[in-house]
Every structure is written in C-alpha cells, then in structure tokens.
Antibody, heavy 117, light 105 residues
Framework: QVQLQESGPGLVEPSETLSLTCTVA????????WTWIRQPPGKGLEWMGY???????NWDPSLKSRLTLSVDTSKNQVSLKFTSVTAADTAVYYC???????????WGQGTLVTVSS | EIVLTQSPATLSASPGERATLSCRAS??????LAWYQHKPGQAPRLLVY???SRATGIPARFSGSGSGTDFTLTISTLEPEDSAFYYC????????FGQGTKLEI
C-alpha cells in the first residue's frame, strides 16, 4: 500500500531555510502529484503547494516566493525547501498524494518543525 | 480565497447515535469538496471526495452530501473510534480547509 513518511530537523532558526523530505513507498513518485500541507499549533490545515515529476506545480500565492518543491526519482522522495522562516512557520508539516488533481488520498503522519533561536 | 466554515466546532454524542457535520463555502465550489478524519498523531484519512463519493475502505456509515456552498458529512451510527477532528476541503480554486469539527464520543 502507499505509505509516506516525512523527515527533517525539528528545530530551525529564524531566517534560515527549512528542508523536509517525504519518502514514498508502494508507488513511484513519477506518478501523480505530491503536495505539502501544514498545521500550525491550534490552527487548521493549510495547503502549501504541489509538484509532479512531469514538472507541473502550483503554490499558495502567499508562499510562492519562499517555496521550492521537487521530486527525486532515484530515492522515490519528494522535497520541500522553505526560505526565510519565522516563528509563524512553526507547524506540523505533512506530505500527501494529490490524486488526479482531486483529493489528498494518502498522507504521512507529519513532522513537527519549530522555528526558534 | 474560498473560506470554508464548519459547524459545530465541537460535537458531543453517544455510541449508536447519528452525527451531522456541516461545511459552508464562501462561494460555490460545485461538487469539489472532500472530508477527512484526523486523529492526533496520526495521518489524516480521506473519507469522502467529490462531495458524496466514499473513499476506498471507508465504512458505509460515513456519507457525504451537498453541492454549491452547503455540504454535510453524516455518520449514521457512531462508534467510539469515530472520536476525531473532521475537516472539509475544497479544490475548486486552489485548496483550502475548514477549521474543523471536533467529534467527541
């Protein structure tokens, strides 16, 4: 079955770049679209953006200038780079598969990232 | 941005009862709405997509309805394991989520 697992540093300093990886099992990342969603403490879910192996991508307009998403077929991973982070970017970050442009049908368990010095 | 408003914020119910969760969109999203179940520390789980289609492996007691701006997730016979947060999400324009309903059994 399809499984996703996020990994990355739990703590990032303000103004630095957050880098996260999503390791995918059970399906090739060359298929479908892959997305990142975050949830700040005590708040709701926020879609950040999606990417596909073919190069299709889209981002939340408010995050576009800071966000880079990529697909690594050799490792079957999806990656996120998020620049100039602040305390407001503290959140649990989830990766998910975006099925045919429709719903997010498989999710990872999420990884908590705290932005603090 | 399309804003999704869920109600109630918290719903307390007993096993065997019926639960009705609502989601209202700030503008029409057609049938481009999904529902998710989320238990703390776990991966969110897709329940319903395209307003009324049950996802693979989801029990028949979960059903979705609605179109345009008003949507409903109904759990026909509550079980203790249904305690969770429930979120609606639209894909009509970008992707946004409701703020969630906490269901306590």
């Amino acid at each position: 079955q399809v499984q996703l697992q996020e990994s990355g540093p739990g703590l990032v300093e303000p103004s630095e770049t957050l880098s996260l990886t999503c390791t995918v099992a059970g399906v090739s990342v060359t298929n479908d679209y892959w997305t990142w969603i975050r949830q700040p403490p005590g708040k709701g879910l926020e879609w950040m953006g999606y990417v596909s192996y073919s190069g299709s991508s889209n981002w939340d307009p408010s995050l576009k200038s800071r966000l880079t998403l990529s697909v690594d077929t050799s490792k079957n991973q999806v990656s996120l780079k998020f620049t100039s982070v602040t305390a407001a970017d503290t959140a649990v970050y989830y990766c998910a598969r975006l099925l045919g442009g429709g719903p997010f049908d498989h999710w990872g368990q999420g990884t908590l990232v705290t932005v603090s010095s | 941005e399309i804003v999704l408003t869920q109600s109630p914020a918290t719903l307390s119910a007993s096993p065997g009862e019926r639960a009705t969760l609502s989601c209202r969109a700030s503008q029409s999203v057609g049938s481009s709405l999904a529902w998710y179940q989320h238990k703390p520390g776990q991966a969110p789980r897709l329940l319903v997509y395209d307003a009324s289609s049950r996802a693979t492996g989801i029990p028949a007691r979960f059903s979705g309805s609605g179109s345009g701006t008003d949507f409903t997730l109904t759990i026909s016979t509550l079980e203790p394991e249904d305690s969770a947060f429930y979120y609606c999400q639209q894909r009509f324009k970008y992707y946004t989520f409701g703020q969630g309903t906490k269901l306590e059994i």
